[in-house]
């Protein structure tokens, strides 16, 4: 007989003193979790310690194996959530993960990165993934776009080389792609993976898989954002354990008798049916077919925002040499002495912030970037020696 196991991914937004109705929200996310519908669960945006131990308490008879992925100042907001043992974990937190100066977007203090759980179910490991990729904020003018390609590219590698120790492997999560994007585009070839959603048996007629901008969302008054679906379940089976997805859906809307949603995202269920066979191993990594021309147009980006980075680093150079330039000038003008300490005080943050930015952060940002290219161009060499 075969066995169903019942995947469920949400952001659940919880920014606190941010987002509205946080702890309402998280104390019905717990009671939702607490019903026992779920095998297993990853969530993301649980951004304090206080919000992820309130939902293990609530859980903890019926999701009693947890785990947090810690990572950068305040994340990674990435948790996960089982009715079966977790027999393992290991995280990769993203290379390029935003700018430590865009604090609204907060994305590089919450180090966004990919978690991986081994679950033991039945007998079967199940390698169970979880992420949460760096947001877009701007689709007509993305600054983050090789931020994004680089971190899609990197959690498919991720995925690639540790996937052949289990039988299953699912990813689950806001990855931040609509489903026509690059980013997405790389994760499944690279992965070999496959949407719950486009290869589920049953879908609800009227569920369109809107997760984030759905129209019944009542936080979209407040915070509109346009119908995407950027949350998704992706599973890949092995000669050693056959799975098919036999429903998937939208789901955690309306909170029950609340005027208010779970969250400004909708929750991805996918209810897996699995069947343990005595299959070989899998297939070697490296065999899985690759589109060299979605690293192509990646190694483009890469390379336009290397030239950014470089503009970029020439404009703080600029302000660097400005500020200590001027302040040799200042101090030989007849100013008073305290408009004069005041102006050096400004002109030394000037010299400190253009230094830091120039030398550190944008060297950072340059070797991240290069990281990425040199490990695709690694793997195009690779495809170029197979075809001859």
């Not at 971190?151 to 590698?157: K, T």
């Not at 060297?363 to 695709?376: D, I, Q």
């Amino acid at each position: 007989m075969p066995a169903h196991l019942r995947v469920l991914t949400l952001n659940c937004w919880g920014i606190t003193f941010i987002a509205p109705d946080v702890p309402e929200r998280f104390r019905a996310i717990g009671e939702e979790l607490g019903t026992g519908k779920y095998d297993l669960v990853a969530l993301q945006e649980v951004w304090t310690q206080d919000l992820y131990q309130k939902l293990v308490s609530q859980v903890q008879d019926v999701l009693p194996y947890h785990h947090y992925f810690y990572s950068g100042w305040n994340g990674s907001g990435v948790c996960v959530f089982s009715k079966h043992p977790i027999i393992g974990t290991f995280q990769k937190r993203f290379t390029l993960n935003g700018h430590a100066h865009k604090f609204l977007h907060a994305d590089w203090y919450g180090g966004k990165a990919v978690g991986l759980c081994r679950i033991l179910y039945n007998g079967t490991v199940i390698n169970f993934y979880a992420s949460h990729t760096h947001a877009e904020y701007n689709h007509d003018h993305d600054e983050y776009r090789a931020h994004r390609v680089s971190q899609a590219f990197e959690l498919s590698q991720f995925i690639r080389y540790t996937s052949q120790s289990g039988d299953l492997n699912i990813l689950a999560g806001d990855l931040n792609n609509q489903p026509f994007e690059l980013g997405l585009k790389i994760i499944q070839s690279y992965t070999g993976m496959d949407d719950a959603w486009l290869t589920a048996e049953h879908k609800n007629a009227e569920d369109v898989g809107i997760t984030c901008g759905y129209p019944g969302n009542g936080y979209l008054l407040s915070y509109p954002h346009p119908p995407v679906r950027i949350d998704y379940v992706f599973f890949k089976g092995t000669e050693r354990c056959r799975v098919k997805c036999v429903h998937c859906e939208t789901t955690m809307h309306k909170v029950p008798g609340k005027p208010f949603n779970f969250s400004d995202h909708e929750g991805v269920l996918a209810h897996f049916e699995l069947e343990k066979t005595s299959g070989p191993s899998d297939e070697n990594p490296a065999e899985i077919s690759q589109d060299d021309n979605l690293f192509h147009e990646a190694i483009t980006i890469m390379e336009d925002a290397m030239d950014t980075t470089s503009t970029t680093r020439r404009f703080y150079g600029t302000v660097f040499l400005f500020s200590l330039v001027l302040m040799l000038v200042i101090a030989h003008l007849p100013l008073p002495f305290l408009l004069i300490s005041l102006i050096h005080l400004l002109l030394a943050f000037l010299i400190g912030w253009s230094f830091w930015m120039g030398v550190v952060v944008m060297e950072m940002e340059r070797r991240g970037l290069l990281a990425t290219k040199s490990s695709m161009q690694v793997l195009l060499n690779g495809s170029v020696k197979k075809k001859n």
